[in-house]
């Protein structure tokens, strides 16, 4: 009802429903700290007014959002009252955003509490915390190359059990703690300097992100629901799973490498243990599992698809004398795998109007696809100039001593 009142799109009306339950991907309380940021910004003092249809103070998204976190509070009057007076009590604070961000997440927690009981959460941050302080007192925040090792400290079967939950994990505790310093740049909102480094630092991971996971997913669903397949099933799934880290890859090339090199050996391992057989090493899963070359190898084919999808898009526009795009020198291999894409089912049963439209459609989910995959090939570069053979070596060994813990013969019989 209340996406419907706001006119939200299906994607703002899904990712408004994530908030809701909890379940988006990094920091839950991103959404709650940049809607806080907006209404204390707002010359409003009253939070209801920000919700009426006629104010103009808050995007339409957040006072969506803003409308979920009042309707959430009625159903509570003292959680009412508190919300009524939030915006003028959290100007008279130090930290004004921090101290609206956290009534904002009380309110919605206790109607998740409510509403969901069944839900379970694992506090992983308590995790992230205790490992940072043995592994390095010294330095507070992650960095790129402790994930394993934090997957090894910490990884039970019952709590951050795969490498890629692990991953994830320190990425959130990263951005958590990188939103918390915003806070502290915004203690007045009078500040122009302020407001703009904050805006500029809030904006990561959202939806002018491009390589935000909803934006990816979203172009992923729009190029797999096409008439038209540009890509095959393969192409999709693997774009499908390299999207889960785009966001981390720019940042943590080293770790990312791991998860795509060697997550599928774990999942390998698992998927053995389920069906009863009886691990004395994982040796020879581990030593199956792709190098640095093998993935750059297949993320560049990937390339070539995705351009071969562009180049096909361009054939069917309408562009002005002289400014149509270059093709005379196109590879063989980029011209076989356009010729290949108009033979698939589809293509040629539409007409020449309908084709040109339904590929329209695509090209920005291609592109997002494609500076994905750039975004990847990029990092793959930074790790070969500092030289990974050994970083390699390292994590082979450190995940053959983790999935021999975890699912070697003398725990065989535990693992669900």
Same mark, same amino acid.
């Given at each position: 009802?209340?996406?419907?009142?706001?006119?939200?799109?299906?994607?703002?009306?899904?990712?408004?429903?994530?908030?809701?339950?909890?379940?988006?991907?990094?920091?839950? $309380?991103?959404? %709650?700290?940049?809607?806080?940021?907006?209404?204390?910004?707002?010359?409003?003092? $009253?939070? %209801?007014?920000?919700?009426?249809?006629?104010?103009?103070?808050?995007?339409?998204?957040?006072?969506?959002?803003?409308?979920?976190?009042?309707? =959430?509070?009625?159903?509570?009057?003292?959680?009412?009252? *508190?919300?009524?007076?939030?915006?003028?009590?959290?100007?008279?604070?130090?930290?004004?955003?921090?101290?609206?961000?956290?009534?904002?997440?009380?309110?919605?927690?206790?109607?998740?509490?409510?509403?969901?009981?069944?839900?379970?959460?694992?506090?992983?941050?308590?995790?992230?915390? +205790?490992?940072?302080?043995?592994?390095?007192?010294?330095?507070?925040?992650?960095? $790129?190359?402790?994930?394993?090792?934090?997957?090894? !400290?910490?990884?039970?079967?019952?709590?951050?059990?795969?490498?890629?939950?692990? /991953?994830?994990?320190?990425?959130?505790?990263?951005?958590?703690?990188? #939103?918390?310093?915003?806070?502290? $740049?915004?203690?007045?909102?009078?500040?122009?300097?302020?407001?703009?480094?904050?805006?500029?630092?809030?904006?990561?991971?959202?939806?002018?992100?491009?390589?935000?996971?909803?934006?990816?997913?979203?172009?992923?669903?729009?190029?797999?629901?096409?008439?038209?397949?540009?890509?095959? =099933?393969?192409?999709?799934?693997?774009?499908?799973? %390299?999207?889960?880290?785009?966001?981390?890859?720019?940042?943590?090339?080293?770790?990312?490498?791991?998860?795509?090199?060697?997550?599928?050996?774990?999942?390998?391992?698992?998927? =053995?243990?389920?069906?009863?057989?009886?691990?004395?090493?994982?040796?020879?899963?581990?030593?199956?599992?792709?190098?640095?070359?093998? /993935?750059?190898? +297949?993320?560049? &084919? %990937?390339?070539?698809?995705?351009?071969?999808?562009?180049?096909?898009?361009?054939?069917?526009?309408?562009?002005?004398?002289?400014?149509?795009?270059?093709?005379?020198?196109?590879?063989?291999?980029?011209?076989? +795998?356009?010729?290949?894409?108009?033979? *698939?089912?589809?293509?040629?049963?539409?007409?020449?109007?309908?084709? =040109?439209?339904?590929?329209? !459609?695509?090209?920005?989910?291609?592109?997002?696809?494609?500076?994905?995959?750039?975004?990847?090939?990029?990092?793959? &570069?930074? #790790?070969?100039?500092?030289?990974?053979?050994?970083?390699?070596?390292?994590?082979?060994?450190?995940?053959?001593?983790?999935?021999?813990?975890?699912?070697?013969?003398?725990?065989?019989?535990?693992?669900?």
């Amino acid at each position: 009802m209340i996406a419907e009142a706001h006119g939200l799109s299906s994607r703002q009306a899904d990712s408004l429903r994530r908030v809701a339950a909890g379940a988006i991907r990094g920091n839950r $309380d991103r959404p %709650l700290f940049l809607l806080a940021r907006s209404a204390l910004q707002s010359e409003c003092d $009253d939070l %209801l007014a920000l919700v009426l249809p006629g104010s103009a103070s808050l995007s339409r998204w957040h006072a969506a959002l803003l409308d979920l976190i009042v309707t =959430a509070a009625l159903e509570d009057s003292a959680q009412t009252a *508190r919300l009524t007076g939030a915006l003028v009590q959290a100007r008279t604070q130090a930290d004004p955003v921090k101290a609206l961000t956290a009534e904002f997440a009380a309110i919605l927690q206790a109607w998740r509490r409510q509403t969901m009981p069944e839900a379970r959460h694992h506090n992983v941050f308590t995790a992230v915390r +205790r490992f940072l302080k043995q592994h390095r007192p010294q330095d507070p925040l992650p960095r $790129d190359g402790d994930a394993p090792v934090f997957w090894e !400290a910490e990884a039970t079967r019952d709590l951050l059990v795969r490498y890629s939950t692990a /991953l994830r994990a320190l990425a959130d505790y990263a951005e958590a703690a990188r #939103l918390a310093a915003t806070w502290r $740049d915004v203690r007045s909102l009078d500040d122009p300097m302020a407001v703009e480094v904050s805006t500029e630092d809030a904006a990561m991971g959202c939806w002018d992100d491009q390589l935000a996971p909803a934006q990816l997913e979203a172009a992923l669903t729009a190029i797999g629901d096409s008439s038209i397949k540009l890509l095959l =099933a393969h192409e999709r799934e693997n774009l499908d799973i %390299l999207a889960s880290f785009a966001d981390i890859v720019r940042v943590w090339p080293v770790d990312t490498c791991a998860a795509l090199a060697l997550g599928p050996v774990q999942n390998t391992v698992i998927q =053995a243990v389920r069906r009863g057989e009886m691990i004395q090493s994982s040796m020879g899963f581990v030593a199956a599992a792709n190098s640095l070359e093998d /993935l750059k190898g +297949r993320h560049a &084919e %990937l390339g070539e698809a995705l351009m071969a999808a562009l180049h096909l898009i361009a054939k069917t526009r309408t562009f002005p004398n002289g400014t149509a795009p270059n093709r005379s020198n196109d590879p063989l291999t980029l011209q076989k +795998r356009i010729v290949a894409m108009e033979r *698939r089912q589809g293509f040629a049963a539409l007409s020449d109007h309908e084709r =040109a439209e339904t590929l329209g !459609a695509l090209i920005e989910p291609v592109l997002a696809l494609k500076a994905m995959i750039d975004a990847y090939l990029k990092a793959w &570069e930074k #790790l070969d100039r500092i030289g990974v053979a050994d970083i390699e070596l390292e994590h082979r060994v450190l995940f053959q001593r983790k999935l021999d813990a975890l699912y070697g013969v003398g725990v065989i019989g535990q693992v669900t």
